[in-house]
């Protein structure tokens, strides 16, 4: 009875250098199709991204440009996809919410800035905010009038402020490299 033995690479140099050429070449293609399809997730998202922050700048343009006491009645009847909400409150939501991540947050006033809103009825703020499970996307703006949210900050005392005064105060808030010396 004959003994077959099968071996794993060839049993000359160029058939194996064929294969590990191949192989080599094959794992190369797959790191290149990773790093394509990485990319591609992320302009995906990107693009969702600032079709959203369309969507929430043109209606908030709808409700700015309304009269006071109209705007409760367009916001309930602006068109929106489904799942999503508008709503009229004097703050933004806060509970079960967290903070935009930064890159998510510049890509969302990228395409509300981009959208363009004239300077009448520019917001008096914007606070973006996300619900983590599922996550979704929230745009506050602050209406120009001042009825919503966000009240002005209060300004600051004014207090003139010397050369010496404002090179004290930021030497005083750095630590010395250099440990000081006690004779």
Avoid: W
């Avoid at 160029?14 to 094959?26: E, P, S």
């Amino acid at each position: 009875m004959g003994c077959f033995r099968t071996r794993l690479l060839p049993h000359s140099l160029a058939r194996r250098t064929i294969l590990f050429l191949l192989v080599g070449f094959a794992l190369i293609q797959m790191l290149g199709l990773l790093v394509h399809t990485v990319n591609q997730i992320n302009l995906q998202r990107l693009v969702e991204e600032q079709e959203f922050a369309t969507r929430a700048a043109i209606i908030y343009r709808h409700i700015a440009l309304a009269q006071p006491d109209n705007r409760a009645l367009v916001a309930a009847r602006e068109p929106v996809p489904k799942g999503d909400t508008v709503s009229l409150t004097m703050v933004p939501p806060q509970q079960g919410t967290l903070p935009m991540p930064l890159p998510m947050a510049e890509a969302v006033r990228a395409g509300i800035f981009t959208y363009g809103i004239p300077r009448p009825i520019h917001p008096r703020g914007i606070v973006l905010r996300i619900i983590p499970h599922p996550l979704r996307l929230m745009v506050s703006f602050g209406l120009p009038d001042g009825l919503f949210f966000p009240p002005l900050p209060r300004p600051m005392p004014a207090r003139p402020i010397t050369r010496n005064r404002q090179m004290a105060s930021l030497t005083a808030r750095r630590p010395s490299p250099f440990p000081r010396r006690t004779s």
